[in-house]
């Protein structure tokens, strides 16, 4: 099975701040990783797909990158709205496998 | 607009079965594989398993540590996916979520999410 490692599990960050959230993966999945925004007691929103495509309507200060077993999801110009949880996943195999997540404070 | 619906969570004791349904619309159900995932309280997301489109053999997948207790079916003809829970536990206590993909595009993961339905197992 393929661990997805994600870091930080935690983080606190400043309106208008850049920040990185890593996802390492056990082994090669090529681009298939997608990255999800999750609200307290709401469901996960797709925000990237194949590691860097903008899922419609996100806006363009999310973005994403990497191949194979490294990935990261980058957001600029921080906003009070993106505080919450994020999860990478993996599904290039089977069982898909969800990173253990990052809380981000704004 | 693409629309997935939860239902069935329930408070239920140990041991006991719960069947969990997913309605879809919107979308042409029977080229979609579906999955489900869940959430345990104050945890992360967990994938659980999928079923695949009749057109790719219409077979399930699933996680070890459900295996052998959750099945997953559907009804195309009502565009419904289903999650059958055996021998329920207190670490089953979740939120379940249902989500798909088209079967065609693989890269198309987890676009739509339903709002989740609760199981909580308990005695």
């Known amino acids: 099975d393929i661990q997805m490692t994600q870091s930080p599990s935690a983080m606190s960050a400043s309106v208008g701040d850049t920040i990185n959230i890593t996802c390492r993966a056990s082994?090669?999945?090529?681009?298939?990783l997608a990255w999800f925004q999750q609200k307290p007691g709401k469901a996960p929103k797709r925000l990237i797909y194949t590691a860097s495509a903008l899922h419609p309507g996100v806006p363009s200060r999310f973005s994403g990158r990497g191949f194979g077993t490294e990935f990261t999801l980058t957001i600029t110009s921080l906003q009070a709205e993106d505080l919450g949880l994020y999860y990478c996943?993996?599904?290039?195999?089977?069982?898909?496998?969800f990173g253990q997540g990052t809380k981000l404070e704004i | 607009e693409v629309q997935l619906l939860e239902s069935g969570g329930d408070l239920v004791q140990p041991g006991r079965s719960l069947r969990l349904s997913c309605a879809a619309s919107g979308i042409t159900f029977e080229d979609y594989e579906m999955s489900w995932v869940r959430q345990a309280p104050g945890r992360g997301l967990e994938w659980v398993g999928l079923i695949r489109t009749k057109g790719h053999g219409g077979s399930a997948d699933y996680a070890a540590s459900v295996k052998g207790r959750f099945t997953i079916s559907r009804d195309d003809s009502k565009s419904v996916a289903f999650l059958e829970v055996i021998s329920l536990t207190p670490e089953d206590t979740a939120v379940y979520f249902c989500?798909?993909?088209?079967?065609?595009?693989?890269?198309?993961?987890?676009?739509?999410w339903g709002r989740g339905t609760r199981v909580t197992v308990s005695p």
């Open positions: 996943l993996q599904h290039n195999q089977l069982p898909y496998s």
């Open positions: 082994q090669g999945i090529y681009n298939y």
């Open positions: 989500s798909g993909r088209p079967a065609a595009i693989h890269y198309d993961i987890f676009a739509v």
